[in-house]
């Protein structure tokens, strides 16, 4: 809570606004935005003047993809290097690394069996070493990771970066302005009292958001998988309902509508009972083809013995691995389960369809 008041004030103090009706707060480890009370559609909550993004100066001079962002780390890092004597310090001081595959050392990245290779996992690194010309040491890399995780489409914007993603629950929107960027309350009815303020960081695979922001969505969840064959798969995990090889519009309308879960639901139901029994067929097969070393069930136990070392442990590199080798087994966990729950899905459709058939049959 002391850093967002922290940011609040500062907000105010240098031409910003900040709505009064929301606050962090922590559910199961995990820190979110919760609304105080009820707010209504439309309502802003958030906004940063230009002069406050780092990344951004103007509507006219936003921040450029590729090279541009090698600017704004550069920015990032030196302003974090001047500690109190940057205008950003009650932002940056903050600036906490949530610890990404980048950060594993390969005998962690190999607990993730495959599901994210080293070349993956570290491709923004390698990007930084190629492309910009300073040098990636601690507080560069800081930034980074930072930036990657935590910036908008226009760069960082303090508090911004406090709200949480959910494509399903999504209630606020950035809005760019000629005297900034604005945070709207999106979606009918606008948001209840108590609920938590969700933020869209876009519709991305589950590994790309794991890679880039260390966890696995609540729902939507967007996998993929290659067979050895390299014939490739996706679908979409909903709460009991899997939408196997979603379309493009059914990926837009995931994406871009406030909706209902289940609306959600009747969407992803309608697309897969559509697609041919061979298609469904093929999708099992390759599912049943995808192999790894270890079962589910033994992950669970392997987790389960990590926990317990990690809390007996005091915070240092040894301790940090721990905690990263828990991330990399939750996350190939999440997929088997996702593999398994979306083969169930297709099975029951499938012995739905053959159970209608010999009735059609004996009729």
């Known amino acids: 809570?002391?850093?967002?008041?922290?940011?609040?004030?500062?907000?105010?103090?240098?031409?910003?606004?900040?709505?009064?009706?929301?606050?962090?707060?922590?559910?199961?480890?995990?820190?979110?935005?919760?609304?105080?009370?009820?707010?209504?559609?439309?309502?802003?909550?958030l906004f940063c003047p230009w002069h406050l993004v780092i990344g951004s100066s103007s509507l006219q001079d936003q921040m450029k993809p590729g090279d541009g962002m090698c600017s704004v780390v550069d920015e990032m890092a030196k302003e974090i290097r001047l500690g109190v004597d940057s205008l950003w310090y009650p932002y940056l001081d903050h600036i906490g690394g949530q610890r990404l595959p980048a950060d594993f050392i390969s005998e962690v990245l190999l607990e993730l069996q495959g599901l994210l290779t080293t070349q993956d996992a570290t491709r923004h690194l390698r990007w930084f070493d190629q492309r910009c010309d300073g040098e990636l040491d601690g507080t560069a890399k800081q930034?980074?990771?930072?930036?990657?995780?935590?910036?908008?489409?226009?760069?960082?914007?303090?508090?911004?970066?406090?709200?949480?993603?959910?494509?399903?629950?999504?209630?606020?929107k950035l809005t760019v302005t000629e005297e900034g960027v604005q945070l709207l309350v999106v979606g009918d009815g606008g948001i209840s009292s108590g609920d938590e303020i969700y933020l869209s960081y876009g519709l991305k695979t589950a590994s790309t958001m794991y890679r880039d922001y260390g966890f696995v969505e609540e729902w939507p969840i967007a996998w993929n998988f290659q067979t050895a064959g390299g014939n490739n798969f996706a679908f979409l995990e909903f709460p009991d309902v899997v939408a196997i090889n979603p379309s493009a519009d059914l990926l837009r309308a995931v994406w871009q509508s406030n909706i209902s879960l289940e609306e959600y639901l009747s969407l992803a139901t309608t697309h897969t009972e559509s697609l041919s029994s061979a298609d469904l067929e093929t999708f099992v097969t390759a599912v049943e083809n995808e192999h790894f070393p270890t079962t589910f069930e033994g992950d669970e136990v392997t987790l389960a013995l990590l926990i317990e070392q990690e809390g007996g442990t005091i915070a240092n590199d040894s301790s940090d691995n721990i905690s990263d080798r828990i991330s990399a087994i939750r996350y190939r966990m999440a997929h088997k389960k996702a593999l398994a729950s979306a083969k169930l899905y297709c099975n029951r459709i499938l012995t739905k369809r053959m159970s209608m058939g010999s009735q059609d049959q004996e009729l």
């Open 1 to 45: 809570m002391q850093t967002q008041v922290m940011q609040d004030c500062w907000m105010r103090e240098n031409g910003g606004r900040v709505n009064d009706r929301f606050g962090i707060t922590e559910k199961d480890g995990v820190r979110g935005i919760q609304a105080f009370t009820d707010i209504e559609e439309g309502s802003e909550l």
């Open 143 to 172: 930034s980074l990771v930072a930036f990657i995780s935590r910036a908008s489409e226009v760069g960082m914007i303090p508090i911004y970066d406090l709200f949480n993603h959910h494509n399903g629950k999504r209630s606020a």
